[in-house]
């Protein structure tokens, strides 16, 4: 079962802001990273440590947690965001846990 | 730039061994956590286990009695190995980077996964 929560899909228009959940209990004792995965493409690793953004990464991504919920923002969002987002978190039995993936559309 | 590359069968055949291997190009296998991480079709990334540049290895406990892996530093390359496989071992495996900190467990490269289906 999915331990860490996130909503199947999210649509939203061009030039809007995109806001994607991921809740678990695992959190509150975690970092959370968040990685984008287009169509054909390797997973790309776009938020780590709950709000850090790697180098070359847009700074419309942001992330933030409080708790057990954690949010991935895209603003200005742009057609070449859909995609599908995954959550993940350390866990001190299963070492890692990913959430089950969102689809945004834009 | 790191690339990872994912090789091996593209079908199993059920009760056998799965064997994947996986390539380091543009860097050095030394230092980081080397993972492989699946995703069943229909189902989200399940981490299967990780192995250090020394040797060392843990991996998932739902999976821990089946799994093994190995690092082979000459030929920048780490293995995964899966006894028994049955249906549900089907799904897309990807090989990953991993960066390790307190309460932090980040993967920043990925392979672009290798597809394996497990049928007679």
């Known amino acids: 079962s999915n331990e860490l929560t996130q909503p199947p899909s999210v649509s939203v228009s061009p030039g809007q802001t995109a806001s994607i959940t991921c809740s678990g209990d695992r959190l509150a004792s975690s970092y959370v990273s968040w990685y984008q995965r287009r169509p054909g493409q390797s997973h790309m690793l776009i938020i780590y440590?709950?709000?850090r953004r790697p180098s070359g990464i847009p700074e419309r991504f942001s992330g933030s947690k409080s708790g057990n919920s954690a949010s991935l923002t895209i603003s200005e969002t742009q057609t070449m965001d859909e995609a599908d987002y995954y959550c993940?978190?350390?866990?001190?039995?299963?070492?890692?846990?990913f959430g089950g993936g969102t689809k945004l559309t834009v | 730039q790191v690339q990872l590359q994912e090789s091996g069968p593209g079908l199993v055949k059920p009760s056998e061994t799965l064997s994947l291997t996986c390539s380091v190009s543009g860097g050095s296998i030394s230092s980081f956590y080397w993972s492989w991480i699946r995703q069943p079709p229909g189902k989200p990334l399940e981490w299967i286990a990780y192995?250090?540049?020394?040797?060392?290895?843990n991996s998932n406990p739902s999976l821990k009695s089946r799994v093994t892996m190995a690092v082979d530093t000459s030929k920048n390359q780490f293995s995964l190995q899966l006894t028994s496989v049955t249906a549900a071992d089907t799904a897309l495996y990807y090989c990953?980077?991993?960066?390790?900190?307190?309460?932090?467990?980040?993967?920043?490269?990925w392979g672009r996964g290798t597809l394996v289906s497990v049928s007679s």
């Open positions: 993940q978190a350390w866990d001190r039995s299963t070492i890692v846990v």
């Open positions: 440590h709950d709000s």
């Open positions: 990953a980077r991993g960066e390790v900190g307190a309460k932090s467990w980040y993967f920043d490269v």
């Open positions: 192995i250090y540049h020394d040797g060392s290895t």
